[in-house]
């Protein structure tokens, strides 16, 4: 009984750390980039990227779930959990082709963080602003208080994502952008063109921390980049680390400084780790744990 009672208490004072540690946290902005090799990071002239690495915790050594392919990874991504329980499976998913193994009993699919944030506080403005059509199929619109498709047209869901954060200031945005992974299929990963990209992603990223700056919730503001696959030759999907290696760095209150994380990443872990910061119990059928060596101590 009072080993129980000190297994009990020991889980309590994390929580409560945890919590009490991101008081200040009350927007997270999660900037996700198709095709983005972790591979290409080092290389890159991304200044905005990795200004956000030096004020930051990170890691190039996150990894995908196989395939490597986008709807499985940005599901796995929002979903906190593995192929095998949401169900999306391939590139292109619209549908789990494996049955989900629950759903939430409202939106009718796997909880993601969405649905986690509408549950726990109901009041919250949400947003989720994308690129790539395939995001419509995964996300939980009606539980989303902004849901702004773009068409595949970058500089549109550039502007739409400054737009809501400087209107709004959403408790969590999601940006999805089809770049590098339109490049990296049409010219190459590893190219010029993949790397000339870079620095117009690069770019983009910045206007949505400068966004970040003039709403005038910066200190209170955690931005992440990452990624949901990278690639080798003209394509993804396999199981080389060029492809299953993807960059995870996030800046903000409460998060380390500079700091190259030593931690095994996998890209689920990400909606456990954002469901931790903002104080919100996970769902059972999560798989993901919390990245807390990126927490201040």
């Known amino acids: 009984m009072r080993k129980i009672s000190i297994q009990l208490l020991l889980i309590l004072i994390c929580t409560f750390g945890a919590t009490a540690q991101f008081k200040k946290v009350k927007h997270i902005v999660v900037i996700g980039c198709d095709g983005l090799g972790a591979y290409a990071i080092p290389n890159a002239e991304m200044p905005n990227v990795k200004q956000l690495m030096a004020t930051g915790a990170w890691s190039l050594k996150a990894r995908t779930v196989l395939p490597s392919s986008s709807a499985v990874n ?154 949901d696959h990278g690639g080798i030759d003209k394509g993804h999907g396999g199981k080389s680390l060029d492809e299953v290696q993807v960059p995870w760095i996030m800046s903000g209150p409460g998060i380390k400084k500079n700091t190259e994380l030593k931690s095994t990443i996998i890209t689920y872990d990400t909606a456990a780790t954002l469901a931790t910061i903002l104080g919100l119990e996970q769902p059972q059928p999560w798989r993901g744990k919390a990245v807390t060596e990126a927490f201040v101590k």
């Not at 993601?112 to 549950?119: E, G, L, P």
């Not at 400054?162 to 339109?182: C, G, R």
């Open 74 to 227: 940005w599901a796995s991504m929002l979903m906190g959990s593995s192929p095998t329980m949401h169900g999306y499976t391939e590139w292109g998913s619209q549908e789990p082709e494996i049955p989900s193994i629950v759903k939430h009993e409202k939106y009718n699919k796997f909880p993601s963080i969405f649905s986690v944030i509408r549950d726990q506080k109901p009041k919250a403005v949400t947003a989720a602003v994308y690129s790539w059509p395939g995001i419509g199929y995964l996300i939980e619109k009606d539980a989303i208080t902004h849901v702004l498709p773009a068409d595949d047209n970058e500089d549109v869901c550039t502007e739409k994502a400054v737009n809501v954060i400087l209107q709004d200031k959403p408790l969590f945005t999601f940006v999805h952008f089809s770049e590098p992974d339109y490049t990296g299929h049409g010219k190459g990963h590893r190219t010029e063109a993949y790397y000339d990209m870079l620095k117009k992603v690069d770019a983009r990223i910045g206007k949505i921390i400068d966004a970040v700056k003039k709403a005038g919730i910066a200190d209170e503001t955690i931005i992440m980049v990452t990624a």
